[in-house]
T-cell receptor, first 118, second 113 residues
Framework: GAVVSQHPSWVICKSGTSVKIECRSL??????MFWYRQFPKQSLMLMAT?????????EQGVEKDKFLINHASLTLSTLTVTSAHPEDSSFYIC??????????????FGEGSRLTVL | KQEVTQIPAALSVPEGENLVLNCSFT??????LQWFRQDPGKGLTSLLL?????REQTSGRLNASLDKSSGRSTLYIAASQPGDSATYLC????????????FGSGTKLNVKP
C-alpha cells in the first residue's frame, strides 16, 4: 500500500512553545490529508481536513489559531501546535488519500506523533 | 449522522483460534469500509478495503465481509497468532462526502500464546 510518513514520532516541549509535525505521502500525491487526535484508549478524533493549496477545514470545537495546518504541496502537510500547553499533550496522526482518478478511496495513515508538553 | 459501533470492545483468545470482529453502521449509504490495525503508540495500518459494491475481501488469514443492507461488516481472522494482538478499527466512508470517515472505537484483541 501507499506510504505516509510522519515526523517527528515523538516530541517533548516546554509550555508556551510551538511544535511542528510533518506528514508526507512518499509514493503518491495526496490532494487531501487529514489530521486526527487520539486520546488514550479512545478512537480517533478528526481535527481538520487539509487540501493542497487551500485553507484547511476545521471540525467544530477545534481552534484554528491553535492548530495551524498548511498543505503547501501534494506530498506535504504540516500541523503546528502554537503556544502549546499540557492539555495539548496527545497522539496526533495524519492520513492521506490520493489524487482523483488514482483514488481508490483507501485511507493511509502516518505512524503518529506523540506530543508531551511540560 | 453515521454512527459506527464495534463489539466487543476487547477480546482475549488462545493462539490458533479463529475469531470474528464486528462492525456495525447506521447509514447504509456508504462508499466503502476499511479495516485497520493499530499497535500501541503507533499509527493505523490498512488491512482491507471493501467497496460498497463488494461483498468481501481477503488478504492472507484475514477476510472481511460487508452487508450494506444490514449495516454490518465482519473481520474474520483465521488461526490467530500472538502477533495479531492489536486494536482493530473499522472506518466507514459515506457515499455523500468523500472527505468524511467515521471510525468505530475499536476492538482490542489479545491472542495468548
Amino acid at each position: 500500500g501507499a506510504v505516509v510518513s510522519q515526523h517527528p514520532s515523538w516530541v517533548i516541549c516546554k509550555s508556551g512553545t510551538s511544535v511542528k509535525i510533518e506528514c508526507r505521502s512518499l509514493d503518491f500525491q495526496a490532494t487531501t490529508m487529514f489530521w486526527y487526535r487520539q486520546f488514550p484508549k479512545q478512537s480517533l478524533m478528526l481535527m481538520a481536513t487539509s487540501n493542497e493549496g487551500s485553507k484547511a477545514t476545521y471540525e467544530q470545537g477545534v481552534e484554528k489559531d491553535k492548530f495551524l495546518i498548511n498543505h503547501a504541496s501534494l506530498t506535504l502537510s504540516t500541523l503546528t501546535v502554537t503556544s502549546a500547553h499540557p492539555e495539548d499533550s496527545s497522539f496526533y496522526i495524519c492520513s492521506a488519500r490520493g489524487l482523483a482518478g488514482e483514488d481508490t478511496g483507501e485511507l493511509f495513515f502516518g505512524e503518529g506523533s506523540r506530543l508531551t508538553v511540560l | 449522522k453515521q454512527e459506527v459501533t464495534q463489539i466487543p470492545a476487547a477480546l482475549s483468545v488462545p493462539e490458533g483460534e479463529n475469531l470474528v470482529l464486528n462492525c456495525s453502521f447506521t447509514d447504509s449509504a456508504i462508499y466503502n469500509l476499511q479495516w485497520f490495525r493499530q499497535d500501541p503508540g503507533k499509527g493505523l495500518t490498512s488491512l482491507l478495503l471493501i467497496q460498497s459494491s463488494q461483498r468481501e475481501q481477503t488478504s492472507g488469514r484475514l477476510n472481511a465481509s460487508l452487508d450494506k443492507s444490514s449495516g454490518r461488516s465482519t473481520l474474520y481472522i483465521a488461526a490467530s497468532q500472538p502477533g495479531d494482538s492489536a486494536t482493530y478499527l473499522c472506518a466507514v466512508r459515506p457515499a455523500y462526502n468523500f472527505n468524511k470517515f467515521y471510525f468505530g472505537s475499536g476492538t482490542k484483541l489479545n491472542v495468548k500464546p
